[in-house]
């Protein structure tokens, strides 16, 4: 049988934690942020968990993922 491949765009998008959450960036701090304010960049900044209803499309994207 051959190998499954990751899907290399969600490999590089997603990090899993060591306890197999699965952590995202929030949208919105590509471009455009001379108009937002300096607190809510600070806030885009930060990652983010992964929704439940999503967990299961993420993992079929990285099927060699360690998680609970």
Known sequence: MPKMKTHRSGAKRYKITATGKILRRKAG???LLQHKSASRKRKLS???EVSATHTKL???EL???KCR
């Open 29 to 31: 701090k590509g471009h």
């Open 46 to 48: 930060s990652m983010i």
């Open 58 to 60: 993420v993992l079929k």
């Open 63 to 65: 099927p060699y993922a």
